[in-house]
């Protein structure tokens, strides 16, 4: 089965997740939990962690469609810092920003025929709590732009 541009993007964008500097303490595992996978130990009411969700937008035709290559196409990835209600949300702000610095505008991603763009600033919203929320979340957004890589 061929490997699909959509899948090639997400591999992307969550092998730069897994590259993230972690708080001292943190570990993939237990603090990120990526689509489709669990934190282990099971997630608690104090367990502090990255929750990463994504959506992919309506494709940009270009005139390279006509030569046979993929339409842009692009989509945003939320990196939700999760902090337990009762902790220091200055913290989940903090944890937030080096999310922001590292997903940075001029980023580029690469993975087989495919180049990732991320070509605006990382945006970082505070979401309001739901009174039976364990947890407060600070939301960032990384949109970004995936780019055929045009033979010479």
Not at 44 to 57: G, H, L, Q, Y
Not at 62 to 68: E, I, M, N, P, Y
């Amino acid at each position: 089965m061929a490997t699909t541009v959509e899948k090639k993007i997400f591999q992307a964008l969550t092998g730069a997740v897994t590259t993230f500097p972690l708080p001292v303490g943190w570990t993939q595992a237990a603090n990120v939990a990526l689509p489709g996978e669990d934190l282990v130990p099971p997630l608690t009411a104090t367990t502090k962690f990255i929750s990463v969700e994504f959506d992919f937008n309506r494709p940009i035709p270009t005139d390279a469609v006509s030569q046979g290559l993929p339409p842009i196409r692009q989509g945003f990835m939320r990196c939700s810092v999760r902090w337990p209600r009762k902790s220091a949300e200055v913290d989940a702000i903090d944890l937030a920003g080096q999310l922001a610095d590292y997903f940075k505008i001029g980023t580029k991603l690469y993975r087989e025929g495919l180049q990732v763009r991320l070509d605006d600033h990382p945006e970082i919203v505070s979401v309001p709590l739901v009174p039976a929320d364990t947890h407060k979340t600070v939301a960032v957004i990384v949109r970004w732009l995936c780019f055929p890589i045009v033979p010479a």
